[in-house]
């Protein structure tokens, strides 16, 4: 391990989203709800999702951990199941 930590860099842009839009998957009532996965320029992959960080946080499993600055986010199995196609192996 290196022992460089790795930090989000706010000014990567969205490059191109893994799997099927939302509302393609019928995973939206069309209210802005939107989960989706896209990678960004620098490879790194954002996640739009319900924030559930506070349901969560006090029955994370041993050696889990939300950080400050960190975020639990839940998406719809489907949404995963889709982007399986365009999730690189390595």
Do not use: F
């Amino acid at each position: 391990m290196s022992g460089k930590r790795w930090e989000a860099d706010p000014s990567a842009e969205l490059a191109r989203r893994w799997g099927k839009s939302s509302h393609e998957l019928g995973n939206t009532s069309g209210d802005g709800s939107c989960p989706d996965i896209w990678e960004l320029a620098n490879g790194d992959v954002a996640v739009i999702g319900q924030d559930l960080t506070e349901a969560y946080r006090g029955r994370l499993p041993d050696g889990v951990s939300v950080d400050p600055g960190e975020r639990l986010v839940i998406i719809p199995r489907s949404t995963m199941i889709a982007a399986k196609v365009d999730i690189p192996d390595a």
